[in-house]
């Protein structure tokens, strides 16, 4: 049943069991309200708490739906330690206009954070965020898709790191979901990412990208739910052994990289976008692997782009319409 929580001290994180809150934010503008939807399970013991948000943006559908699915199945009498808490829907005004934003204020949550207090609904739910739910986490698992405009082969991620400890906690922790790759993500995406948030505050921290084009992707709910899962019972939430998620066929899970964004293949002249390769394909240097084609001039070929190293079909243009200068593909080496 939800709880309608109002004020936020009420929240209760420790007592043993599971609660649905619906926790309010004042809309802008209007006489209404917004509400959050929290799930919070907790053994009632000391542990690990392990925190996954889907909807930070509004129109990737994949986490909302794998984390509804783990909390209708999850008993809480299985903790064993510490506590879950999940927030299946985290931009609720984005995600009932199904856009990647708020229509409230025009902020994209994942550029908000650490968030403000005085600001506009985003900033507000992004700073509660930070100040109630990153802030009792150990691990922080933040699930996102591809939007409408790239394809991206389906992955976990985390922000490339120094230390070689902490990047071993997130890669052994991303490779429970059981996705074939995972990608290590630059800094220079832009300022006031949830996860960057999250990392700063010294949680693990992973991310993903679990489907594309405002779908609902078959394997990607999957990954979502039963990742989710593994994750807490290798921080010793839940005793049952870990499960592997990994797809029939593959042979193995690959840690892969492009950080630098200079070289990511742009478009050299507008027109319709052709792969060559197919997304998730290894590639060699030289080897075709987009075409542009201009309508106007039907009767040339199109404008061939080559593979300027080895590696792996990270991310392709998935509308086709391509305006010049847009990336048209990623293709990551795998690193260790
Ligand atoms: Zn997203």
Same mark, same amino acid.
């Given at each position: 049943?939800?709880?309608?929580?109002?004020?936020?001290?009420?929240?209760?994180?420790?007592?043993?069991?599971?609660?649905?809150?619906?926790?309010?934010?004042?809309?802008?503008?209007?006489?209404?309200?917004?509400?959050?939807?929290?799930?919070?399970?907790?053994?009632?013991?000391?542990?690990?708490?392990?925190?996954?948000?889907?909807?930070?943006?509004?129109?990737?559908?994949?986490?909302?739906?794998?984390?509804?699915?783990?909390?209708?199945?999850?008993?809480?009498?299985?903790?064993?330690?510490?506590?879950?808490?999940?927030?299946?829907?985290?931009?609720?005004?984005?995600?009932?206009?199904?856009?990647?934003?708020?229509?409230?204020?025009?902020?994209?949550?994942?550029?908000?954070?650490?968030?403000?207090?005085?600001?506009?609904?985003?900033?507000?739910?992004?700073?509660?965020?930070?100040?109630?739910?990153?802030?009792?986490?150990?691990?922080?698992?933040?699930?996102?898709?591809?939007?409408?405009?790239?394809?991206?082969?389906?992955?976990?991620?985390?922000?490339?790191?120094?230390?070689?400890?902490?990047?071993?906690?997130?890669?052994?922790?991303?490779?429970?979901?059981?996705?074939?790759?995972?990608?290590?993500?630059?800094?220079?995406?832009?300022?006031?990412?949830?996860?960057?948030?999250? /990392?700063?505050?010294?949680?693990?921290?992973?991310?993903?990208?679990?489907?594309?084009?405002?779908?609902?992707?078959?394997?990607?709910?999957?990954?979502?739910?039963?990742?989710?899962?593994?994750?807490?019972?290798?921080?010793?939430?839940?005793?049952?052994?870990?499960?592997?998620?990994?797809?029939?066929?593959?042979?193995?899970?690959?840690?892969?990289?492009?950080?630098?964004?200079?070289?990511?293949i742009?478009a050299p002249v507008?027109?319709?976008s052709e792969p060559m390769v197919e997304l998730?394909t290894y590639v060699t240097k030289g080897t075709p692997v987009t075409r542009i084609h201009?309508?106007?001039?039907?009767?040339?070929p199109g404008v061939v782009i080559h593979a300027d190293v080895d590696g792996?079909v990270?991310?392709r243009?998935?509308?086709? /319409?391509?305006?010049?200068?847009?990336?048209v593909m990623?293709i990551?080496?795998?690193?260790?």
């Amino acid at each position: 049943m939800l709880i309608d929580i109002t004020p936020i001290e009420k929240l209760d994180f420790d007592s043993k069991g599971a609660r649905f809150y619906s926790v309010p934010f004042t809309s802008d503008g209007m006489w209404a309200r917004t509400r959050l939807p929290l799930y919070v399970a907790s053994s009632g013991k000391p542990g690990n708490t392990v925190l996954a948000i889907g909807g930070t943006h509004g129109d990737e559908y994949e986490g909302p739906v794998g984390l509804k699915n783990l909390i209708q199945e999850f008993d809480p009498d299985a903790l064993v330690s510490g506590r879950l808490i999940v927030v299946p829907v985290f931009n609720v005004p984005a995600f009932n206009a199904a856009q990647r934003a708020s229509p409230q204020d025009g902020i994209n949550m994942n550029r908000a954070f650490p968030g403000n207090a005085a600001g506009s609904i985003t900033y507000r739910m992004a700073r509660f965020m930070t100040d109630e739910l990153l802030s009792r986490a150990d691990v922080v698992i933040d699930i996102h898709s591809g939007g409408v405009g790239y394809e991206i082969a389906r992955c976990m991620s985390f922000h490339k790191v120094d230390d070689p400890e902490m990047h071993k906690r997130f890669k052994e922790t991303a490779f429970l979901f059981g996705t074939p790759f995972t990608m290590i993500y630059t800094g220079g995406m832009g300022t006031g990412l949830l996860t960057e948030e999250a /990392e700063k505050m010294g949680k693990i921290t992973i991310g993903s990208e679990l489907g594309f084009g405002a779908s609902t992707d078959y394997w990607g709910v999957r990954w979502a739910h039963q990742g989710t899962l593994n994750v807490m019972r290798h921080f010793g939430l839940l005793n049952s052994p870990i499960v592997d998620n990994t797809k029939p066929g593959l042979d193995r899970q690959r840690l892969i990289e492009n950080t630098d964004i200079d070289r990511w293949i742009t478009a050299p002249v507008s027109g319709i976008s052709e792969p060559m390769v197919e997304l998730g394909t290894y590639v060699t240097k030289g080897t075709p692997v987009t075409r542009i084609h201009d309508f106007d001039r039907w009767d040339e070929p199109g404008v061939v782009i080559h593979a300027d190293v080895d590696g792996w079909v990270l991310c392709r243009k998935f509308r086709a /319409e391509t305006e010049q200068g847009e990336v048209v593909m990623v293709i990551a080496e795998e690193v260790d």
